[in-house]
T-cell receptor, first 111, second 118 residues
Framework: TQLLEQSPQFLSIQEGENLTVYCNSS?????LQWYRQEPGEGPVLLVT?????EVKKLKRLTFQFGDARKDSSLHITAAQPGDTGLYLC???????????FGKGTLLTVNP | NAGVTQTPKFQVLKTGQSMTLQCAQD?????MSWYRQDPGMGLRLIHY???????DQGEVPNGYNVSRSTTEDFPLRLLSAAPSQTSVYFC?????????????????FGSGTRLTVV
């Protein structure tokens, strides 16, 4: 079973601060995906990273896939209250390309 | 809007009752799956399907059945509901089936079914 450890589990910060969320595993994944989930809704895809060392930017969000394809990070610059939500990392792997999720990071950005 | 549609949105069952959670997608996605989300446990895979007529078990399949007679639909059946099955259930789909290019595709999730078993 492939496991993904996400940290921190909870994060409460002030508007304008920067933050980083980590996603680590002992397993190699074919790709790593990040989702954001709001209360009462399903997760929504933010980004997919496929190549080891890959960095993708989405406005104030920067995603990085580790060189060995075992870990990833999400960095948010100048967080805003609209960034509040549950951030989930998920690894795609195995012979049937199943998606395994981390337990998530609940981010609260206070005005 | 195109996407994944789940019904019902809320359901209360008595222990021992059976029911079917419906999931339909209109994106012609080959791959469909069911997850349950519980506090502190994250999203766990129940069953998945790589195409019509093909299903397989995920991490927590006990107490659930699935079938995939069409590309569009992937219903989840609870055979005899138990309080441990109280959860939020999500259906998700993606392109690509089992081919290597599948690694480039993210999943589209439905909005979930909140199930309470009393």
């Amino acid at each position: 079973t492939q496991l993904l450890e996400q940290s921190p589990q909870f994060l409460s910060i002030q508007e304008g601060e920067n933050l980083t969320v980590y996603c680590n595993s002992s397993s190699v994944f074919s790709s790593l995906q990040w989702y954001r989930q709001e209360p009462g809704e399903g997760p929504v895809l933010l980004v997919t990273v496929v190549t080891g060392g890959e960095v993708k930017k989405l406005k104030r969000l920067t995603f990085q896939f580790g060189d060995a394809r075992k870990d990833s990070s999400l960095h948010i610059t100048a967080a805003q209250p609209g960034d509040t939500g549950l951030y989930l990392c998920a690894g795609l792997g195995g012979s049937n390309y199943k998606l395994t999720f981390g337990k998530g990071t609940l981010l609260t950005v206070n005005p | 809007n195109a996407g994944v549609t789940q019904t019902p949105k809320f359901q209360v069952l008595k222990t021992g009752q059976s029911m079917t959670l419906q999931c339909a997608q209109d994106m012609n996605h080959e791959y469909m799956s069911w997850y349950r989300q519980d506090p502190g446990m994250g999203l766990r895979l129940i069953h998945y399907s790589v195409g019509a007529g093909i299903t397989d078990q995920g991490e927590v399949p006990n107490g659930y059945n699935v079938s995939r007679s069409t590309t569009e639909d992937f219903p989840l059946r609870l055979l005899s509901a138990a309080p441990s099955q109280t959860s939020v259930y999500f259906c998700a789909s993606r392109e690509g089936g089992l081919v290597l290019r599948a690694i480039n595709y993210g999943y589209t999730f439905g909005s979930g079914t909140r199930l309470t078993v009393v």
